[in-house]
């Protein structure tokens, strides 16, 4: 067949190019790096979300009181994460909660990213248009967005450059011919520890070191590269495992988020899931901060059935053409081994088991694949394919991504997004509005939040206990008992919510009530001067003036002992 490819039809093993001489090609690698920094320079005035970012950041002891023991004795958001933390650190200590520092850093550690992986690539031997174009792809792809724009993400491009550092100082070893293990090998390892101490998922690391030996034959012998793989994969091991002690530690349960699915839910689900991403990746529509794994009527969607057929068909032609168009089982292994431990069979305490920045390495592999596929087919079919085409792909990303920034602007935007997309995780994106209404004042707003949430789903209890705050404010006190009895329900030792039960019945001038609410709140925490002030009053309303009395001297006392403290 005329065109049928041939191993002739491959490309050469380009030289980097850094190494061609070619003036203008010495400047490729800083392109990347200048597109994310335009593209990404919008960020910098973006809000602090109440997505996590305040609880990774200035309500974090190893931020706010900065020091080794916060630094190294501590778990934040069920993750030990110092590395993060460090830069958080610097942050806060530069702009305290100003977020503009926060997201400084995200740019910086981004756009360096992009030069990382030219680097990468270049060294791969990949032709020099291909790594520009995957550079830049990564860039400024809207699916990067999540990572970058989103403070509480920021481990991810973090641990991210660790990773492509210790792949970096991983190539140079392995095309050495050295019998011994040297400074490369080791500063390998230590790039791996740095990338683990900033996000434990870097624990991929092993898998994609043995993707780039398959990918380019390194120099080193057999044995010196499996028991070169073995440190990493010891490291892995020990780090993935600390990660389930540190989630446990912090009581955010394993598989929160999985638990609901059968063994068979969840093979489909792993199934689907890079065919989803993969079509985010090809035509970024319709991204948001939460993706569903829905049924209707107890089944899931025909494509989930289909995408076994449809990955085991992807990997047999890979397997079939990976002698004339190696590209394609590349892009492949590499994209999948930054994935693998993303994929939701087994989740650790999140909600997430799908997101978009899960893709922040993985993307590399499908740039890669899709660029150089695209100049094969262009080969093949010249007279359909037209040069004009990724270009119009490569603007309509940009636009996208500009687009996809103003999502990410402020935390409203970020859940009035998901909602107008569907995204309603069964009620939880209203409740989180709700807060965030509720925090800006605009208490209307947050109780038809809370109201629609608690109708999607009646077992949203802490619905309830805001909502019931919010009545209790607007003086409607009936239904904010109501509301905050039934929080009580599944949360009973909630001091907070007690006294507050307490303070309604008084209100309502339900003495016998209030005053047994009072001593509960008494009895969970007997060390609050005001408890006790409270109950001296509801005392003093039934007309017992010397219990009334007792409970003022018990708050003096305490109060006394505190200011001695």
Known sequence: MKNKPTKRSQPAQTTPAAATGDSMSAWYPYFPVIAAVVMFAGTLSFDMLGI????????????????????????????FAPITWLVYAIAYALGGDNPFWYHFFSVV?????????YRLLDRQGVRQGVVLAVALLFAIHPIQVESVAWIAGFSTPLFSMFSLLGMLAYQKHAHQ???????DYALALLFFVLACLAKSTAVSLPLVLLVLDLWKKP??????????????????????????H???????????????????????MICYTPLLYWSKLLLPVNLHVYYAFEKTNGQFSPMYYAAPFLLAGTAFLAW??????????????????????FLPLYTVG???????????????????LLCEGWITLQKMYPKYLGAILPWIWGITLVVMCFKQMRVWKTTISVFNHAIEKGAYQNGKMFYWRGIEQGDLGNQPAALSDFNTAIEMDSTLMDAYKFRGSLYAQAGQLEPALADLEKYLTSDPENVGVWNNVAMIQMRLNHLPEALNAFNKTIALKPD???????????????????????????????AGKRNKQ
């Open 320 to 341: 079939r053409w990976r002698e004339n168009h190696p590209f394609l089982y590349r892009g492949l292994l590499f994209y999948g081994a930054n994935i693998l431990f």
């Open 528 to 558: 609050v001067p005001i408890s006790y002030q409270n109950r001296s009053k509801v005392y003093e309303m039934m007309g017992d003036k010397l219990r009334a009395e007792e409970d003022i001297q018990k708050a003096i006392s305490i």
């Open 350 to 368: 999140t909600f997430e088991l799908c997101a978009d920045h899960y893709n922040y390495l993985a993307a590399i592999g499908f740039f890669y």
């Open 52 to 79: 996590d970012d305040h609880m990774a950041t200035v309500e974090n002891p190893a931020v706010r009181n900065f020091s080794l023991e916060t630094l190294t004795g501590q778990f934040n958001l069920g993750m």
């Open 219 to 244: 120099a080193m012998g057999a044995t010196k590269r499996w028991l070169g793989y073995i440190p990493f994969f010891g490291i892995a091991l020990a780090f993935g495992l600390y990660t389930f």
């Open 177 to 183: 011919q050295e019998t011994s293990f040297g400074k």
């Open 109 to 117: 550690v981004h756009a360096f990213n992009a030069w990382l992986v």
């Open 246 to 268: 540190t989630r446990s530690a912090s009581g955010v349960p394993a598989t929160i988020a999985s638990e609901a699915y059968s063994l068979f839910d969840r093979f489909l």
